[in-house]
Protein backbone atom coordinates (compact mmCIF):
# COMPACT_ATOMS: atom_id res chain seq x y z
CA UNK A 1 0.00 0.00 0.00
CA UNK A 2 2.95 2.22 1.05
CA UNK A 3 4.36 1.53 -2.55
CA UNK A 4 1.31 2.37 -4.33
CA UNK A 5 1.03 5.57 -2.77
CA UNK A 6 4.99 6.46 -2.99
CA UNK A 7 3.81 5.86 -6.96
CA UNK A 8 1.14 7.60 -6.85
CA UNK A 9 2.85 10.80 -5.67
CA UNK A 10 5.61 10.32 -8.29
CA UNK A 11 2.97 10.79 -10.94
CA UNK A 12 1.39 13.44 -9.63
CA UNK A 13 4.76 15.50 -9.33
CA UNK A 14 5.51 14.38 -13.27
CA UNK A 15 1.84 15.79 -13.94
CA UNK A 16 2.59 18.98 -11.83
CA UNK A 17 5.82 19.61 -13.65
CA UNK A 18 4.85 19.08 -17.14
CA UNK A 19 1.78 21.65 -16.25
CA UNK A 20 4.08 23.99 -15.34
CA UNK A 21 6.51 23.45 -18.54
CA UNK A 22 3.50 23.78 -20.66
CA UNK A 23 2.18 26.89 -19.16
CA UNK A 24 5.40 28.45 -19.23
CA UNK A 25 5.81 27.29 -22.90
CA UNK A 26 2.81 28.95 -23.59
CA UNK A 27 2.65 32.06 -21.43
CA UNK A 28 1.98 35.38 -23.22
CA UNK A 29 4.98 37.76 -23.51
CA UNK A 30 5.53 41.33 -24.16
CA UNK A 31 7.33 42.41 -27.23
CA UNK A 32 8.86 45.83 -28.40
CA UNK A 33 11.04 47.03 -31.35
CA UNK A 34 11.72 51.15 -32.01
CA UNK A 35 13.42 52.52 -34.46
CA UNK A 36 14.01 56.15 -36.31
CA UNK A 37 12.32 55.64 -39.71
CA UNK A 38 11.08 58.18 -42.19
CA UNK A 39 12.04 60.83 -40.36
CA UNK A 40 9.82 59.16 -37.43
CA UNK A 41 9.77 57.17 -34.15
CA UNK A 42 8.34 53.85 -35.46
CA UNK A 43 7.05 51.29 -32.85
CA UNK A 44 5.80 48.39 -32.93
CA UNK A 45 3.82 46.96 -29.68
CA UNK A 46 3.34 42.77 -29.67
CA UNK A 47 1.85 39.96 -27.55
CA UNK A 48 2.52 36.11 -28.36
CA UNK A 49 2.64 32.97 -26.89
CA UNK A 50 5.97 32.41 -29.04
CA UNK A 51 9.07 34.05 -29.78
CA UNK A 52 8.47 36.41 -32.65
CA UNK A 53 11.59 38.18 -32.50
CA UNK A 54 12.78 37.17 -35.75
CA UNK A 55 9.59 38.64 -37.26
CA UNK A 56 9.94 42.05 -35.89
CA UNK A 57 13.46 41.71 -37.18
CA UNK A 58 12.17 40.88 -40.74
CA UNK A 59 9.60 43.39 -40.71
CA UNK A 60 11.87 45.98 -39.68
CA UNK A 61 14.49 44.96 -42.53
CA UNK A 62 11.66 45.38 -44.73
CA UNK A 63 10.59 48.99 -43.60
CA UNK A 64 14.44 50.01 -43.86
CA UNK A 65 14.07 48.96 -47.57
CA UNK A 66 11.10 50.83 -48.18
CA UNK A 67 13.05 54.20 -46.40
CA UNK A 68 15.41 53.62 -49.37
CA UNK A 69 12.66 53.34 -51.75
CA UNK A 70 10.56 56.65 -50.44
CA UNK A 71 13.39 58.98 -49.60
CA UNK A 72 13.56 61.99 -51.79
CA UNK A 73 16.64 63.67 -49.55
CA UNK A 74 19.19 61.51 -49.44
CA UNK A 75 21.72 60.34 -52.90
CA UNK A 76 20.86 56.48 -52.51
CA UNK A 77 16.98 57.29 -52.24
CA UNK A 78 15.07 55.82 -54.93
CA UNK A 79 12.67 59.13 -55.31
CA UNK A 80 15.70 61.02 -55.13
CA UNK A 81 16.89 59.59 -57.89
CA UNK A 82 13.71 60.20 -59.78
CA UNK A 83 13.85 64.19 -59.01
CA UNK A 84 16.94 64.04 -60.12
CA UNK A 85 15.69 62.91 -63.91
CA UNK A 86 15.99 65.23 -67.07
CA UNK A 87 13.05 66.31 -68.77
CA UNK A 88 11.24 62.96 -70.70
CA UNK A 89 13.64 60.44 -69.04
CA UNK A 90 11.76 57.07 -68.10
CA UNK A 91 12.26 55.04 -65.19
CA UNK A 92 10.98 51.76 -64.10
CA UNK A 93 9.19 52.03 -60.57
CA UNK A 94 8.83 49.73 -57.66
CA UNK A 95 5.48 48.28 -56.97
CA UNK A 96 5.21 49.96 -53.58
CA UNK A 97 6.20 53.33 -55.13
CA UNK A 98 2.99 52.93 -58.15
CA UNK A 99 1.09 51.77 -55.94
CA UNK A 100 1.00 55.13 -53.24
CA UNK A 101 1.09 57.39 -56.45
CA UNK A 102 -1.64 55.58 -58.07
CA UNK A 103 -3.99 56.48 -54.34
CA UNK A 104 -2.10 59.98 -53.87
CA UNK A 105 -4.07 60.76 -57.90
CA UNK A 106 -7.27 60.19 -56.11
CA UNK A 107 -6.02 62.97 -53.12
CA UNK A 108 -5.00 64.90 -55.50
CA UNK A 109 -8.49 65.13 -57.16
CA UNK A 110 -10.67 65.50 -54.13
CA UNK A 111 -8.56 68.52 -52.74
CA UNK A 112 -8.59 69.94 -56.40
CA UNK A 113 -4.81 70.19 -56.90
CA UNK A 114 -4.48 71.42 -53.33
CA UNK A 115 -2.92 68.49 -52.17
CA UNK A 116 -0.28 66.66 -54.13
CA UNK A 117 2.88 64.28 -53.66
CA UNK A 118 3.93 66.20 -56.70
CA UNK A 119 4.92 69.56 -54.52
CA UNK A 120 8.58 68.88 -53.96
CA UNK A 121 9.78 71.46 -54.87
CA UNK A 122 7.92 73.90 -53.25
CA UNK A 123 8.57 71.85 -49.95
CA UNK A 124 12.61 72.47 -50.49
CA UNK A 125 11.98 76.16 -51.40
CA UNK A 126 10.33 76.73 -48.21
CA UNK A 127 13.13 74.51 -46.09
CA UNK A 128 10.87 74.20 -42.94
CA UNK A 129 13.25 72.88 -40.11
CA UNK A 130 16.19 73.87 -42.32
CA UNK A 131 15.82 77.29 -44.02
CA UNK A 132 13.16 78.85 -41.52
CA UNK A 133 12.72 81.89 -44.43
CA UNK A 134 9.84 82.86 -45.66
CA UNK A 135 10.80 82.86 -49.77
CA UNK A 136 9.44 85.37 -51.73
CA UNK A 137 5.97 85.57 -53.28
CA UNK A 138 7.22 85.55 -56.67
CA UNK A 139 9.38 82.79 -56.04
CA UNK A 140 6.51 80.75 -54.32
CA UNK A 141 4.19 81.53 -57.78
CA UNK A 142 6.65 80.02 -60.01
CA UNK A 143 6.65 76.88 -58.37
CA UNK A 144 3.64 76.04 -57.72
CA UNK A 145 3.17 76.20 -61.58
CA UNK A 146 5.29 72.89 -61.14
CA UNK A 147 3.37 71.57 -58.29
CA UNK A 148 0.94 68.79 -59.83
CA UNK A 149 0.38 65.38 -61.22
CA UNK A 150 0.70 66.83 -64.69
CA UNK A 151 4.62 66.75 -64.52
CA UNK A 152 4.95 62.96 -64.57
CA UNK A 153 3.08 60.39 -67.01
CA UNK A 154 2.49 56.81 -64.94
CA UNK A 155 2.42 53.90 -67.65
CA UNK A 156 0.82 51.47 -65.26
CA UNK A 157 0.98 48.12 -67.33
CA UNK A 158 4.55 48.94 -67.81
CA UNK A 159 5.30 49.92 -64.55
CA UNK A 160 7.47 53.14 -65.47
CA UNK A 161 7.23 56.83 -64.77
CA UNK A 162 7.91 59.43 -67.49
CA UNK A 163 9.45 63.15 -66.00
CA UNK A 164 7.66 65.71 -68.48
CA UNK A 165 8.82 67.99 -66.02
CA UNK A 166 12.03 69.01 -65.04
CA UNK A 167 11.31 70.90 -62.07
CA UNK A 168 8.25 68.93 -60.57
CA UNK A 169 9.21 66.78 -57.74
CA UNK A 170 7.85 63.80 -55.57
CA UNK A 171 7.58 64.34 -52.30
CA UNK A 172 6.17 61.24 -50.21
CA UNK A 173 5.79 62.87 -46.60
CA UNK A 174 2.46 62.81 -46.60
CA UNK A 175 1.43 59.52 -47.38
CA UNK A 176 4.90 57.05 -46.97
CA UNK A 177 4.30 56.27 -43.24
CA UNK A 178 0.63 54.86 -43.56
CA UNK A 179 2.21 52.54 -46.25
CA UNK A 180 4.72 51.48 -43.67
CA UNK A 181 2.66 51.02 -41.30
CA UNK A 182 0.83 49.06 -43.37
CA UNK A 183 3.08 47.02 -44.87
CA UNK A 184 4.13 45.74 -40.90
CA UNK A 185 0.14 45.23 -40.17
CA UNK A 186 -0.25 42.78 -42.84
CA UNK A 187 2.94 40.88 -42.32
CA UNK A 188 1.98 40.83 -38.58
CA UNK A 189 -1.67 39.64 -39.43
CA UNK A 190 -0.15 36.99 -41.31
CA UNK A 191 1.96 35.99 -38.71
CA UNK A 192 -1.33 35.00 -36.82
CA UNK A 193 -0.38 37.34 -33.50
CA UNK A 194 -2.97 38.19 -31.79
CA UNK A 195 -2.25 41.83 -30.34
CA UNK A 196 0.21 44.21 -31.95
CA UNK A 197 0.05 47.48 -32.13
CA UNK A 198 2.09 49.83 -34.80
CA UNK A 199 2.66 54.05 -34.31
CA UNK A 200 4.57 56.14 -36.55
CA UNK A 201 5.02 59.30 -35.77
CA UNK A 202 1.08 59.50 -34.54
CA UNK A 203 0.03 56.74 -38.13
CA UNK A 204 -1.34 54.07 -36.13
CA UNK A 205 -3.11 50.97 -36.69
CA UNK A 206 -3.09 47.65 -34.60
CA UNK A 207 -4.88 44.39 -34.07
CA UNK A 208 -6.74 43.03 -30.68
CA UNK A 209 -9.88 41.16 -29.15
CA UNK A 210 -10.61 45.15 -27.78
CA UNK A 211 -10.54 48.69 -29.53
CA UNK A 212 -7.55 50.56 -28.42
CA UNK A 213 -7.41 53.50 -26.50
CA UNK A 214 -5.54 56.24 -28.40
CA UNK A 215 -4.56 60.07 -27.31
CA UNK A 216 -4.87 62.54 -29.78
CA UNK A 217 -2.45 65.22 -28.80
CA UNK A 218 -2.88 68.75 -27.12
CA UNK A 219 -1.74 71.01 -30.64
CA UNK A 220 0.25 73.59 -27.87
CA UNK A 221 0.36 71.86 -25.16
CA UNK A 222 3.03 68.90 -25.82
CA UNK A 223 2.31 66.76 -22.15
CA UNK A 224 -1.25 67.25 -22.73
CA UNK A 225 -3.81 65.47 -24.72
CA UNK A 226 -6.65 66.89 -26.69
CA UNK A 227 -8.40 63.93 -26.33
CA UNK A 228 -8.78 60.17 -26.42
CA UNK A 229 -10.23 58.13 -28.93
CA UNK A 230 -11.40 54.32 -29.23
CA UNK A 231 -9.92 53.02 -32.05
CA UNK A 232 -11.53 50.00 -33.37
CA UNK A 233 -9.42 46.74 -34.08
CA UNK A 234 -7.50 46.99 -37.75
CA UNK A 235 -8.60 50.38 -38.55
CA UNK A 236 -6.33 52.78 -38.48
CA UNK A 237 -5.81 56.40 -37.75
CA UNK A 238 -2.81 59.47 -38.53
CA UNK A 239 -3.04 63.13 -36.91
CA UNK A 240 -1.18 65.42 -38.84
CA UNK A 241 -0.44 68.82 -36.77
CA UNK A 242 1.17 72.47 -37.49
CA UNK A 243 3.85 71.48 -34.39
CA UNK A 244 5.80 68.84 -35.91
CA UNK A 245 8.01 70.89 -38.65
CA UNK A 246 7.55 74.82 -37.97
CA UNK A 247 9.16 78.12 -37.58
CA UNK A 248 7.74 81.78 -36.24
CA UNK A 249 8.12 84.98 -37.91
CA UNK A 250 6.70 88.49 -36.48
CA UNK A 251 4.66 86.60 -34.33
CA UNK A 252 3.22 84.09 -37.60
CA UNK A 253 3.63 80.22 -37.35
CA UNK A 254 5.03 78.51 -40.78
CA UNK A 255 4.48 74.88 -40.62
CA UNK A 256 5.79 72.15 -42.77
CA UNK A 257 1.82 71.46 -44.17
CA UNK A 258 1.92 73.33 -47.65
CA UNK A 259 -1.87 74.38 -49.41
CA UNK A 260 -0.97 74.17 -53.11
CA UNK A 261 -4.10 76.78 -53.76
CA UNK A 262 -1.65 79.39 -52.21
CA UNK A 263 1.78 78.08 -51.91
CA UNK A 264 1.71 79.18 -48.07
CA UNK A 265 1.08 76.65 -45.09
CA UNK A 266 -2.70 75.49 -44.82
CA UNK A 267 -4.99 77.83 -42.51
CA UNK A 268 -6.89 77.26 -40.31
CA UNK A 269 -6.14 74.05 -38.83
CA UNK A 270 -3.40 73.24 -36.61
CA UNK A 271 -4.14 69.93 -36.05
CA UNK A 272 -6.78 66.93 -38.22
CA UNK A 273 -7.21 62.97 -37.51
CA UNK A 274 -8.85 60.94 -39.82
CA UNK A 275 -9.62 57.20 -38.94
CA UNK A 276 -9.97 54.94 -42.18
CA UNK A 277 -9.77 51.15 -42.91
CA UNK A 278 -6.03 51.40 -44.17
CA UNK A 279 -2.97 53.76 -42.54
CA UNK A 280 -1.81 54.79 -46.36
CA UNK A 281 -5.20 55.98 -46.57
CA UNK A 282 -5.27 57.74 -43.08
CA UNK A 283 -2.10 59.77 -43.47
CA UNK A 284 -3.44 60.80 -46.94
CA UNK A 285 -6.33 62.34 -45.59
CA UNK A 286 -5.45 63.41 -42.45
CA UNK A 287 -2.70 66.12 -44.33
CA UNK A 288 -5.62 66.35 -47.49
CA UNK A 289 -8.31 67.55 -44.58
CA UNK A 290 -5.56 69.64 -42.52
CA UNK A 291 -5.08 71.80 -46.12
CA UNK A 292 -8.76 72.29 -47.42
CA UNK A 293 -11.07 72.08 -43.68
CA UNK A 294 -13.21 69.94 -45.23
CA UNK A 295 -13.54 65.82 -45.64
CA UNK A 296 -13.40 64.28 -49.20
CA UNK A 297 -17.63 62.47 -48.28
CA UNK A 298 -19.71 62.41 -45.16
CA UNK A 299 -18.59 58.71 -44.42
CA UNK A 300 -14.74 60.05 -43.57
CA UNK A 301 -14.43 60.09 -39.73
CA UNK A 302 -12.56 62.97 -39.07
CA UNK A 303 -11.48 65.68 -36.28
CA UNK A 304 -10.09 68.90 -37.08
CA UNK A 305 -8.75 71.66 -34.70
CA UNK A 306 -8.58 74.90 -35.90
CA UNK A 307 -8.02 78.64 -34.29
CA UNK A 308 -10.40 80.93 -34.08
CA UNK A 309 -10.27 84.70 -32.56
CA UNK A 310 -7.24 83.12 -30.45
CA UNK A 311 -8.57 80.05 -29.28
CA UNK A 312 -9.07 76.18 -30.17
CA UNK A 313 -11.95 74.92 -31.16
CA UNK A 314 -12.61 71.66 -33.14
CA UNK A 315 -15.08 69.81 -35.26
CA UNK A 316 -15.84 66.76 -36.77
CA UNK A 317 -17.42 63.37 -36.51
CA UNK A 318 -14.72 61.10 -34.60
CA UNK A 319 -16.23 60.48 -30.67
CA UNK A 320 -13.28 61.25 -28.18
CA UNK A 321 -12.97 62.34 -24.40
CA UNK A 322 -11.72 64.99 -23.21
CA UNK A 323 -8.86 64.53 -20.81
Excluded at 9 to 30: A, E, W
Excluded at 164 to 180: E, N, P, Q, V
Excluded at 279 to 285: N, S
Excluded at 296 to 313: A, F, H, Q, S
Aim: negative net charge; proline residues 4%.
Amino acid sequence: MRKLSIVILYIIILLLIILGIFQIHNRTRYFLQEYVLMDSFFKIEAKSTTDISATLDEIFAQLKHLETIFDSHSDTGFVSKINRLAQNDTISAPEELLEIIKLSLIGEKLSSGRYSIFSGSLTELWGIGEKNIVPDSTEIASVLSHCSSSGFLLIENEKRLVRLDSLTDIDLGSIAKGYAVDYAYERLLHANIPYFLINAGGTIRGHSDTPFKIGIRHPRQPDSLWGIINLPSDMAISTSGDYIRYFEKDGIRYHHILDLATGYPARPAVSTSVIAETATKADMLSTLIFITGEPPDEKTLYNIIYEENGELRSRGNIEYERP
